[in-house]
């Protein structure tokens, strides 16, 4: 790697390590709703300092190693994929292991649970060696594929992506999301441990109920705009590519007015999510179809309309989980404002038995998922009708380029922004 490059590199890692300090949470009052939710979480808090000073380490030494420059093309190809490959069965060992211990039949005998796993432990710390030996070069391939994208996209300097893409692939945090009962807002979200089984997420969950009356959710997250970037361990490529340019879109923003007030109002953080999201959506695809064409996942489909002569049945639509959340976001948030929260608190789990039929394994729906879902607005579903969404897709289909469409929000600072915006480049 050229030393400019690698200067570059450790600054931005100094960079992102001294704003960390300085926006740090201050320590919450005794017996303040955070403090109690501080008190509920305990042990189960993940600690970023700790993950952030070795995957800070890491990268660094990757870069001085610059082992992926000697592989060709198609080795470097290779390296990506058989990385993806293990990262793949280490998820499934682990959900492997974690069906064990759940089983009834070790329960009060953990000892049971643990001669049963035995076999898929011995595998599973096999297949973390190997991880641990393929990663540094792995992710140096994968973070040059998406930066050469990246570069032919407008984002260069000097021939390089900028701020370079930089990410650590490691399993990831759950996140806590809270939110008030009588609307929809995400008012707090803690990261929690990797791997807290179900049972314990219900437990919190209903402990932030009973304790501090508010709707809580445990969610599961691909990616965390960190510096380098924190990816989940997932095997699809296309998912990983889009990730990768999801989380660097959020370092792009950090040094724009947008990204600086990312968690200044809601509103502003559903611009910033949904903005990453469509950098995410374009960039994922384009570095597949360079690097891994025979695996890049075909657009979704587009419904068919119905067929059929007067006086036919016609054939029932097929199920689409993205209205079905659109018509249950918006009649919460009417049941809501009516101050109907027991009401729209029993239609949500109605309406989750029902998606749950139509083969969709979701959990809870409550308040806290609204909240959490609602801030990707790139596509109809969980924002019901906020216009943030369409907003930002009418500026990109707008826009000439990514690059334009970037630079035109990068400024923005409030949601009536981008509105007047929007208004002022509709045709």
Known sequence: ??????????????????????????????????????????????????????AATAKLGADLADGQSYLDEAARR???????????????????????????????????????????QAELARVRGELARRQAVAEAVLEEQVATVLVDEGFGVLGTAWPPVKMRMSPLPRLLVVSPREEIRQIYSLSLTPGLPVPEQEALEDSVARTLDRSALVESIVGVGLYPAMLLELSDINTVANTIAHEWA?????????????????????????????????????????????????PPARSAPATGS?????????????????????TVDRLLAEGRIEEAEAYMEERRLLIVAEGYGIRKINQAFFAFRGAYADAPGATGDDPIGPALTALRAGSGSLRDFLDAVAGITSEAELLSLADARSP
Not at 27 to 41: C, G, I, K, N, Q
Request: aromatic share 10%.
């Open 310 to 330: 007067p006086g036919e049945a016609a054939e029932p639509p097929p199920f689409d989980l993205r209205a079905a959340l659109a018509e249950t976001r918006v």
């Open 1 to 54: 790697m050229p030393w400019r490059s690698l200067l570059i590199s450790f600054k931005l890692l100094l960079l992102t390590a001294v704003v960390g300090l300085v926006l740090a949470p201050e320590t919450p009052a005794f017996a303040s709703e955070p403090y109690r939710l501080d008190t509920l979480v305990g042990r189960q808090r993940f600690d970023y300092v700790s993950w952030w000073l070795r």
């Open 250 to 298: 959020h370092h792009w923003l950090t040094l724009h007015p947008l990204g600086i007030r990312y968690y200044a109002t809601p509103g502003l953080r559903t611009i910033n999510e949904t903005v990453a999201s469509i950098v995410g959506n374009e960039i994922g695809p384009k570095v597949v179809a360079r690097y891994y064409p025979e695996l890049l996942r075909p």
């Open 78 to 120: 290779q390296v990506a994929l058989d990385y993806l490959r293990l990262a793949g069965e280490a998820r499934r060992l682990e959900r492997e292991i974690e069906r064990i211990f759940s089983d009834p039949a070790h329960a009060g005998a953990p000892e049971s649970a643990v001669a049963a796993s035995a076999p898929q």
